[in-house]
């Protein structure tokens, strides 16, 4: 059985280490230059995600 790593960066930030990663139950943020350093606890995240993927704040 494979284990799902805790945190994920977008595939766009390509190699380097200025992105935000998002830990994979939705529920916090960090910033990837310091992975040891805090956490950012976000709620409604998975309801915001899904809005901008059907288009709910297009212009």
Known sequence: MTTLPSWRKSSRSANTTNCVEL??????????????????????LSEFIQQ????????
């Open 52 to 59: 901008i993927k059907t288009g709910r704040f297009d212009r």
């Open 23 to 44: 830990h994979r139950t939705l529920a916090a943020v960090r910033d990837s230059k310091r992975p040891a350093g805090p956490e950012l606890s976000v709620t409604g």
